[in-house]
């Protein structure tokens, strides 16, 4: 996959280590870690030595799929990040979407505008058979975006989480599109 990829709004390029602020920044407002911690910001040690190598280690290990910082076109401001990988558990043939964006791009359609691009990529270039998405069943805005991407309800399960938090007794939700259901989109 290529290092960028743009959309009508959006630049999508491949995160470099100078990204560390930009993601300390987004892990850091409550309402952006709401749902994946109960709130609680990451540390910049852990941003900066744990999340970031991570990310970087996707390029090699999943020939060029994993994440990419978004950029406002119009700006080149930083509005979030968009994934899309395997998971070590995936049947072959199937992509994890995922997506974070700053709380002042939320409403703005970045997320649904960035997850489209990606699903498109995965079927019309990648080669994919099934992209699929999870969040906490009370993420009403995530599911939106997953919708809006073309993705739909598969299930609700329950995971263990480390530490409770709002909402997990609700449990998470699966979403997916596979390559046939893309097929048959009008885009």
Same mark, same amino acid.
């Given at each position: 996959?290529?290092?960028?990829?743009?959309?009508?709004?959006?630049?999508?390029?491949?995160?470099?280590?100078?990204?560390?602020?930009?993601?300390?920044?987004?892990?850091?407002?409550?309402?952006?870690?709401?749902?994946?911690?109960?709130?609680?910001?990451? #540390? *910049? @040690? &852990?941003?900066?030595?744990?999340? =970031?190598?991570?990310?970087?280690?996707?390029?090699?290990?999943?020939? +060029?799929? !994993?994440?990419?910082?978004?950029?406002?076109?119009?700006?080149?401001?930083?509005?979030?990040?968009?994934?899309?990988? #395997? *998971? @070590? &558990?995936?049947?072959?043939?199937? =992509?994890?979407?995922?997506?974070?964006?700053?709380?002042?791009?939320? +409403?703005? !359609?970045?997320?649904?505008?960035?997850?489209?691009?990606?699903?498109?990529?995965?079927?019309?270039?990648?080669?994919?058979? *099934?992209?699929?998405?999870?969040?906490?069943?009370?993420?009403?805005?995530?599911?939106?975006?997953?919708?809006?991407? +073309?993705?739909?309800?598969?299930?609700?399960?329950?995971?263990?989480?480390?530490?409770?938090?709002?909402?997990?007794?609700?449990?998470?939700?699966?979403?997916?599109?596979?390559?046939?259901?893309?097929?048959?989109?009008?885009?």
């Amino acid at each position: 996959m290529q290092a960028f990829l743009e959309t009508k709004r959006l630049r999508l390029r491949r995160f470099t280590r100078e990204d560390v602020d930009r993601l300390v920044e987004l892990d850091s407002d409550p309402e952006v870690m709401r749902y994946l911690t109960g709130g609680k910001p990451t #540390p *910049r @040690d &852990e941003v900066e030595n744990v999340i =970031l190598p991570r990310i970087l280690s996707f390029y090699e290990r999943f020939g +060029g799929l !994993g994440y990419w910082v978004a950029e406002e076109k119009s700006t080149a401001e930083f509005v979030g990040w968009f994934a899309l990988h #395997p *998971r @070590d &558990e995936s049947p072959p043939g199937e =992509l994890e979407l995922g997506y974070r964006l700053l709380r002042s791009a939320w +409403g703005k !359609g970045y997320a649904a505008e960035g997850s489209r691009a990606l699903v498109d990529k995965a079927f019309g270039e990648l080669g994919a058979e *099934r992209v699929r998405a999870e969040t906490m069943t009370v993420n009403v805005a995530s599911r939106r975006v997953m919708e809006k991407a +073309g993705l739909k309800y598969v299930r609700t399960f329950h995971l263990e989480w480390p530490e409770e938090i709002e909402g997990t007794a609700e449990g998470d939700v699966e979403y997916a599109i596979t390559r046939a259901e893309w097929s048959e989109q009008d885009r």
